[in-house]
T-cell receptor
Framework: QKEVEQDPGPLSVPEGAIVSLNCTYS??????FMWYRQYSRKGPELLMY????GNKEDGRFTAQVDKSSKYISLFIRDSQPSDSATYLCAMRGTSYDKVIFGPGTSLSVIP | GAGVSQTPSNKVTEKGKYVELRCDPISGHTALYWYRQSLGQGPEFLIYFQGTGAADDSGLPNDRFFAVRPEGSVSTLKIQRTERGDSAVYLC???????????FGQGTRLTVV
């Protein structure tokens, strides 16, 4: 079993839809959880980070962490064509640990 | 510059040759990471520096791979006797001490022919 699992997609939704992206993980030591967005031929760009369990909202994006289930989610409201990218979940144990990435979910938002 | 800078952006080399990939982190960031990303995959951890020392090099695949950060700023990833399987995008990221946010560069696309 990989440490971090993520449905690779591709996921295709119409403009304006609510998108739900999810990851599961196996290492209970993970405490910091991140979501990155990666456009084609670009480096990953940090979208959200959360510590431990709970929710965090930033504009159209909401990140949720459920440590008891080892499950994290990213919700995108009112999705836009510019949201079309690969979304990578990532996590680490402490602020000095390496970051472990999921394989990424490819998202297309159709106008 | 304001972000992480990686050079070159693209590198094509022949099998068996030696290559160096350079990373300029964000000024003041003490932590620096190297990752490798193959097509359709998430970034795979290679090595992590805190200051000048390698805090974790458990991701380096074999002894052909080596990285240095002699002055705690710029880092160079060195690959000896390159193989076709080394072809990938090599990403560098940096973060400030105690901060969990890592900022990535655009990557170096290495192609071994």
């Amino acid at each position: 079993q990989k440490e971090v699992e993520q449905d690779p997609g591709p996921l295709s939704v119409p403009e304006g839809a609510i998108v739900s992206l999810n990851c599961t993980y196996s290492n209970s030591a993970f405490q910091y959880f991140m979501w990155y967005r990666q456009y084609s031929r670009k480096g990953p760009e940090l979208l959200m980070y959360t510590y431990s369990s709970g929710n965090k909202e930033d504009g159209r994006f909401t990140a949720q962490v459920d440590k008891s289930s080892k499950y994290i989610s990213l919700f995108i409201r009112d999705s836009q064509p510019s949201d079309s990218a690969t979304y990578l979940c990532a996590m680490r144990g402490t602020s000095y640990d390496k970051v472990i990435f999921g394989p990424g979910t490819s998202l297309s938002v159709i106008p | 510059g304001a972000g992480v800078s990686q050079t070159p952006s693209n590198k094509v080399t022949e099998k068996g040759k030696y290559v160096e990939l350079r990373c300029d982190p964000i000024s003041g960031h003490t932590a620096l990471y190297w990752y490798r990303q193959s097509l359709g995959q998430g970034p795979e951890f290679l090595i992590y520096f805190q200051g000048t020392g390698a805090a974790d090099d458990s991701g380096l695949p074999n002894d052909r791979f080596f990285a240095v950060r002699p002055e705690g700023s710029v880092s160079t990833l060195k690959i000896q006797r390159t193989e076709r399987g080394d072809s990938a995008v090599y990403l560098c990221a940096s973060s400030s001490r105690g901060d969990t946010e890592a900022f990535f560069g655009q990557g170096t696309r290495l192609t071994v022919v």
